[in-house]
């Protein structure tokens, strides 16, 4: 599959400012639910561009429709598309779980019952905030 190289910033700032105005009515469903620290009080990004590779020649990125950066997740609303795409999401999810990153997706049909995709983004994020709390043990057990 191609894909979309950038060779500045501005143009990814723009692209992203462009998703943010032009949600999908699953994402503004989801947005509701995360914004202003709604959810356990940890704070969410929409929108929010992830680089891969910068070099001379070009950016790989893509945008994550939501970021919390605290707890290093990230949150992906799965319309139609994305069942011709599972490859590249795939590949995509790789790079980001190697570089410390939870990737949870959400589909469209998921969103119809809000209180399940409750009770599953805060499973998530109990399973995450698990997660870190021994990953910071590990890195400075106690004498």
């Known amino acids: 599959m191609s894909r979309i190289y950038y060779k500045k910033y501005k143009g990814i700032s723009q692209l992203a400012r462009y998703l943010r105005n032009n949600q999908t009515p699953s994402e503004k469903l989801l947005w509701e639910i995360l914004r202003r620290k709604n959810l356990f009080g940890y704070k969410f990004l929409r929108q929010h ?25 990230i949150i992906e609303v799965d319309g139609l598309i994305h069942e011709t795409r599972e490859e590249y999401d795939a590949e995509r999810d790789a790079k980001l779980i190697s570089r410390g990153i939870t990737v949870l997706r959400i589909k469209n049909e998921e969103l119809k019952d809000v209180n399940d995709v409750i009770g599953i983004l805060k499973n998530a994020i109990g399973i995450r905030e698990t997660q870190l709390l021994n990953n910071t043990i590990e890195k400075h057990p106690s004498p």
């Open 49 to 73: 561009p992830f680089f891969y590779r910068i070099d001379k020649k070009r950016i790989e990125f893509f945008i994550a429709d939501f970021y919390c950066s605290k707890l290093g997740m």
